[in-house]
Each structure stands twice: as C-alpha cells, then as structure tokens.
C-alpha cells in the first residue's frame, strides 16, 4: 500500500511538472533543464503530499463519522456487483440524484472557480440563497477552511475545484462553517445550511438562433428532468420546456433546429417519451420489456407536433438513456437526422426503492427509509424492435469524438446486461426516408480538412495506444516527452475559431430578460460564444441548409 502510495503521488507531481514546462525548456541546455525541474519539483511535492492529506481528513471528519462513511462503502461496493447502474444511495446522494432529475436541490447558494494559485474562490452568489442573505460574502472571496457541525476543520485553501465539490457534496442538511479570505486580506467566519434551491424555469433549457445563410434554431438540453412540482403534470418537465424554447424560436421564422444531446446522460424515460412527441404524430416511442418478460409500448398520446421543420439530433460518447430514447425513436421515424458520434448503449430502466422490503412501486411515494437503491428494473427496446444497449444509436453523420479518449461505455462494464431484440411494434409508421447517405456524402469533405476534427482523430489514436500499455512510466524524459508528443494536438484542441457560416443572437424574450439582469447576459454572452466556436455545430448548421422543407 505504501508503495502503491509513492507512485501515485511520483504520478502527480509529474504530471503538475509537465504541465508547468515552460515552453523553451527543450532549447534549455542540460544544466538550467535540472535546475528547473529542481526548482518546481519541492512546492509540486508538497502540494501533492498536502491533497492527499486533504482527502485523509476528508474521510476522518465526514459529517455522518467514519462507521457510516466505511459501511457506506460496503454497501455501495455490494450494489455494484449487480449491475452498473445498480447503486446503493444515503439519503444525501439520493436527495443529489432527485435534483439532477429535476428536483429542486439543496445548496449553499455560491457558485466557486479555480485560482490559479490554488485554492477556490466566489464567483457569484445566487440571488435569495443561504450564502446571499448571509450579508458576509462577496465575489472574490476565497475559501480557507470548511468545519461541518461537530467536526474538525478542514484546510482548504489549496484544494482543487473537483476536491472542494466533492466536500460540500458530503451532507445536505448539516451546518458548515466557512472560513473565507476577503480581497484585503481579512478572514470572515460564517456558518451556513443547505437550502432547497428556487425552480427558475426560464434557465433550465438555453436556445439561440444561429443566422446566416439559413436562419437555423439552436437547443440545449443537458438532462431529462422531470415535473417535481406539479404532481408530474409535466408542466415543469423538460418535455414542456423544450416545447415552450420551440414556440420562441418559430417566431424568429427558423428554417430548421438543432437538438443538442451530447454529454446527456439521460433522466426521465416519461420525459423522453414526451419529447420525441414533440416532432411526431401519436404513436408508440419506445418499448419496455420487464423481469417477467412482459413487454409495454411508452406511446406519445398527443395528435399533432409543436415542430414539424427540418431537424438534427446532436449526440456524443455520453449521450446515453433517455437520449437514446429520444435519437433512436426519431431515427426510426426518419424524423430527424443524427449527427455526432455512437451514444453510450445503456437501455435499462431503474427506479429508487426505500431499503425497507415491504415497499412495492405502488406505496414507493408514501415511504421514506435512511437508505436507498437504485435498481434496474427492466429493458428499453426501440420501436423497430432493437436495442441501444450496448451498440447505442449509431449516427447518419460520423463525427470524431473527443469522449472516445476518455470514457467507458457499457459494453466496457462486465457486469452489463447482455442486449438482446423483440419483435417490432405493429403500430409504428415511419415517415419517408430522409437523404441521409447524401447529405453524410455533402458534408464529409469539411470534416476531413478540420484541422479541429483531424485533432480530435490523432488525440484518439495517440490515448488508445496509452491505454494498451500494461505500466504507466514514471522516469522524467518519459512523461516530458509524451507531453511534447501531445503539445500540437493539444494546441488543435484548443482552437476557438469563430465560425463565418453565422452569428448568435437570443430570442426577443431572452433579450428582454439580460436587460434586467447583468450576471444573466454575462452567461448568455460566455454560452454564445461556445455555440460560435462549436465544431459540431457548425457541420449540424451545414446539414440543415441541405434539408429541403417539405
């Protein structure tokens, strides 16, 4: 173990080293090499030594003591045998889960930013929150320590952004007590409590209109929340919103929409379902096969469509569940053309059980318990009768995916459920076929000249060949030279060169919004800029301007 330490942290301090290189340190002679290195090498230790220290008291001072950290941890590693999406939940991590979902979350109120000294700090706090009607904290104010009720503090004036959510992760309903460094060097103490955040409507869905040569609408959806609020009506569901972004951009005259579902991981199948309804006619979405065998269609109930235009389905490595509900039931129709990379290829269906044995799905509201699992509870087929899982949902256009360097999918995980076909739905009428084969042909010589997508495919290459070797290598010429190897992909990656094919503009009513609020126009001016310089986007722009309207 104690072997096993030394190199992970040999590992860090070389990888913080590489990072650090200045970028004449090849044409340095031998002799001023060493002495950088011996310069950076003694505060790179430390700070390794100090982050592991971190993570140790992190441990040592949970808010809930050590017997539950550790007995969670059995738990948790007990539900993982089953399969990946099996998963043992504290009421903490449940009540996380929930607020991904749609739920309103508990939070202090701030969101934080790296310094690049180390450490984090404000950069801004959220009208309303416990953290604003403190009345003691400021943008620019950087975290020192942490002390949940009862424990020890926490030293986190050098953590990492990652470390620091990770620790305020750790308990929704305990009082911390924060230690923060004002911009004149005076330190604050202030004891804050969770608390559930407002449900602002208008920010979970972001829509643009991309004008140029064709006038093209422009949708965002990070995940497939549900209706929290209003008994499941759907009225706050991602579904209704989304529909609701729709009607916005029909009145600027779009001539086609981009869907955006990369790096979705899923949600709501209900939601999903609604969804895809959005751009078809009544019929059945999806199908669900339970443990019994006994296979159900999740049909879209409602006659008629909110949009019936030109449409792209934008997905990635991470696009997984509930969006390969909605890319594959629109693919299926030939509603939509799919335009990214192959999706993640999980179709299951899970539901959160109370640990009490018993509860059955239909008491599950009434009963609340200390613990939770989330159990996988069925297979989720498309209407043609085959599965996402593990395939996932291949796209008409084939983009080169960043994610392919980084990420598992499912067919990865040993413990996966095998994917397997069932007979097609009777009642599922697809529209005519869509030109994909010519427009793929159309766009292909763009995306083999991107200097970004040429990138992407060596930066790909360059990690599977990483992955095969058995030993990671911690000698110094070794790791500066796989840094320098990386250094023109690295600089190709980074490129955020503005697109000329259009310009970004927000709807009349988001317009209207950012002249009263500052802090919303300045995410709305950061988020746009994403969408100009977007590679993805850019090839999804092209392929709707060779969509004729029907």
């Not at 991904?100 to 309303?128: C, T, Y």
């Not at 620091?164 to 004891?191: C, Q, Y």
């Not at 965002?220 to 991602?238: A, H, I, K, R, S």
């Not at 010589?445 to 970004?452: A, V």
Request: overall charge negative.
């Amino acid at each position: 173990m104690q072997q096993k330490l030394v190199k992970k942290m040999k590992l860090e301090v070389l990888d913080d080293l590489v990072d650090g290189l200045p970028g004449n340190f090849k044409s340095l002679n031998p002799a001023k090499q060493k002495a950088y290195v011996d310069s950076a090498e003694a505060p790179l230790r430390k700070k390794a030594a100090a982050s592991l220290k971190r993570k140790i008291e992190d441990i040592l001072q949970n808010p809930h003591g050590i017997t539950q950290y550790t007995g969670q941890i059995y738990c948790e590693t007990i539900a993982s045998g089953f399969d990946p999406h099996t998963e043992f939940f504290p009421p903490e991590e449940k009540e996380n889960f929930e607020g991904i979902l749609g739920k309103q979350r508990f939070e202090f109120g701030f969101k934080i930013k790296g310094d690049k000294s180390g450490g984090v700090f404000i950069d801004n706090l959220e009208p309303g929150s416990p953290a604003f009607r403190s009345g003691k904290l400021n943008k620019g104010d950087k975290f020192m320590s942490v002390q949940w009720e009862g424990k020890e503090s926490v030293d986190v004036s050098e953590i990492s952004v990652d470390e620091f959510g990770r620790l305020l992760n750790e308990s929704n309903h305990t009082i911390a007590l924060f230690t923060v460094k004002k911009a004149d060097g005076s330190l604050v103490k202030i004891s804050l409590q969770k608390e559930q955040a407002g449900n602002d409507d208008d920010d979970k869905v972001k829509s643009f209109i991309l004008k140029g040569a064709n006038t093209i609408g422009y949708i965002y959806l990070p995940v497939f929340y549900e209706d929290w609020d209003t008994n499941n009506q759907g009225l706050n569901g991602c579904a209704n919103d989304v529909g609701r972004e729709i009607l916005k951009l029909k009145k600027e005259n779009i001539d086609g929409l981009i869907l955006d579902l990369r790096n979705n991981g899923g949600g709501s199948a209900e939601e999903a379902t609604e969804l895809a309804g959005i751009f078809i006619d009544a019929g059945p979405v999806q199908q669900e096969k339970d443990r019994d065998g006994k296979v159900y269609t999740l049909k879209d109930m409602n006659r008629g469509t909110i949009y019936d235009g030109p449409l792209v389905i934008l997905v990635n490595g991470y696009s997984a569940s509930a969006s390969e509900i909605v890319a594959g039931a629109l693919q299926d129709y030939n509603r939509a053309v799919i335009v990214g990379a192959n999706t993640y290829g999980k179709a299951t269906a899970q539901i959160v059980f109370p640990m009490d044995t018993t509860v059955t799905p239909e008491t599950i509201a009434d009963r609340q318990s200390e613990n939770y699992l989330k159990i996988t509870i069925s297979k989720l087929y498309r209407v043609n009768g085959t599965t996402a899982q593990f395939t996932g949902v291949h796209p008409d256009i084939v983009l080169p995916d960043l994610l392919d360097a980084y990420i598992s999918k499912e067919a990865d995980d040993p413990g996966a459920l095998r994917p397997s076909t069932i007979a097609p739905n009777k009642y599922y009428t697809p529209y005519a076929p869509l030109p994909v084969k010519t427009l793929a042909q159309s766009v292909q010589p763009e995306i083999d000249t991107s200097r970004y997508f040429n990138a992407v495919k060596n930066f790909v290459a360059q990690s599977k060949n990483q992955k095969e070797l058995k030993d990671i290598p911690l000698d110094l010429n070794d790791a500066i030279a796989a840094g320098q190897a990386s250094a023109v992909n690295d600089e190709a990656l980074s490129l955020t060169i503005a697109t000329k094919k259009f310009t970004v503009q927000s709807n009349q009513y988001e317009i209207a919004r950012m002249q009263a609020d500052s802090y919303l126009k300045e995410l709305n001016d950061e988020f746009s800029q994403q969408v100009l310089t977007d590679q993805y986007i850019s090839i999804a722009y092209d392929v709707l301007g060779k969509i004729k309207t029907p």
